[in-house]
Structure formats: C-alpha cells, structure tokens
Antibody, heavy 121, light 113 residues
C-alpha cells in the first residue's frame, strides 16, 4: 500500500525556517511526481509546490515563491520542503501528495496525514 | 490563474436522498489533444487528509462507492451522491490540474438534514 508520512512541523517564530520531510513507501518513488499542499486552520486547500520524478521540473505557488524550496531524494524515498522567511499566513497543515504519474499535470492520488506548521511569536 | 468556484457553500440532505455539488472553473480545463477534463473531486472528513473521489471529471477512484459520480465538461462540473449515507458527511473540494498553479474550489460542506 502507498504510504506517505510527513514530519518536521512545529512552532516557529516569524522569519524563521523549517524543513519538512515526507517519507514514502509502497511504490517506486522515483517514478512519480510529488506535491505539497497546505491547509490553514479551518480553511480550504492550497497547492504549494510540485516536483517531477527526475527533479527536472519544479513549480511553486506565487505565495511561496522565493521562500520555499522543494526537493527530493529518490534513493531515500523522501520528499522535502525547505520553508524560509516564515509568515503568520504560512500557519497550516502541510500535506505531501503523490501524483498518478511522472512529469505530468495530475490529480493528487495519495495523501499523507500532514504535519502542522505554526508561525507565532 | 484558474479560479474555481463551488456552489452551494453548504447543504443538508436527508439520508438516502440525492446530493449535488457544483463546480465552475474560470476557464476551460478540457484538453483537446487527449479529450480529457483536468478536474478532480476530493472528500475531506474532520481531522483527516483529503481523499480522491473522482478524476478526469467522471472517473471514479478505485474503492470509491458507486453512489459517487462526476459529470460535466469545459468549465462546469457536478459531483452527485445518489443516495446519501451518514459516512458521507464531509467537505467536498473540486480541483483543476490543467495548469499551474493547481487550484481548488473553496469547498462545500455536506451535512445530514
């Protein structure tokens, strides 16, 4: 079975940094594009970033461009999100989500349980 | 950016009755080269991650009960639950994956009447 487990969330001050991780299992990790999607408390879903299987293609939402960096380690079956210059509005549960294919525009077929990032002084 | 809207914001339906949720995109999400609508539906229950229900506007994900169906094309889409069950209480989101940024609708909260 496909399993995605996020970690790395926590309480951080405005302007701070965090590195989120997503450990994947149950599928050939390198063969699928991956995404980060976030959800602020009591709010809807917001796509954050995308990375292709070869890491050759990455995309970011305008709200995080220049502050967030997506990466992956296919050998360790892991996805990462480096988040810098955190703002109050970055407070959210961050989900990793797997595409149905590689290097394609895709729906989010599998989701992790999420990790909570709280930005507060 | 493609803006997704949903209606209604919330609805309450009696058990066994039909529930219908609408989704509209600000531009077409139909890709002529492969004849597909890049539109998905998700269900999210409290405290849980979203769950994929429907993709390509009308293809049901494996394991999803057949009371869930999707329809529509271009800019107008519908999610229908043919006979509401208690476990269907959730928030439902549509999402376009036609272009980046991938965008979601604001969600529709479904309750039992």
């Amino acid at each position: 079975d496909v399993k995605l487990v996020e970690s790395g969330g926590g309480l951080v001050q405005p302007g701070g940094s965090l590195r989120l991780s997503c450990a994947a299992s149950g599928f050939t990790f390198s063969s699928y594009s991956m995404n980060w999607v976030r959800q602020a408390p009591g709010k809807g879903l917001e796509w954050v970033s995308y990375i292709s299987g070869s890491s050759s293609t990455v995309y970011y939402a305008d709200s995080v461009k220049g502050r967030f960096t997506i990466s992956r380690d296919d050998g360790k079956h892991s996805l990462f999100l480096q988040i810098n210059s955190l703002r109050d509005e970055d407070t959210a549960v961050y989900y990793c989500a797997r595409a149905y294919c590689d290097d394609c525009y895709s729906y989010f077929q599998h989701w992790g349980q999420g990790t909570l990032v709280t930005v507060s002084s | 950016d493609i803006v997704m809207t949903q209606s209604p914001d919330s609805l309450a339906v009696s058990l066994g009755e039909r529930a219908t949720i609408n989704c509209k995109s600000s531009q077409s999400v139909f890709y002529n080269s492969n004849n597909k609508n890049y539109l998905a539906w998700y269900q999210q229950k409290p405290g849980q991650p979203p769950k994929l229900l429907i993709y390509w506007a009308s293809t049901r994900e494996s394991g999803v009960p057949d009371r869930f169906s999707g329809s529509g094309s271009g800019t107008d889409f519908t999610l229908t639950i043919s006979s509401l069950q208690a476990e269907d209480v959730a928030v439902y989101y549509c999402q376009q994956y036609y272009s980046t940024p991938f965008t979601f609708g604001p969600g529709t909260k479904l309750d039992i009447k």
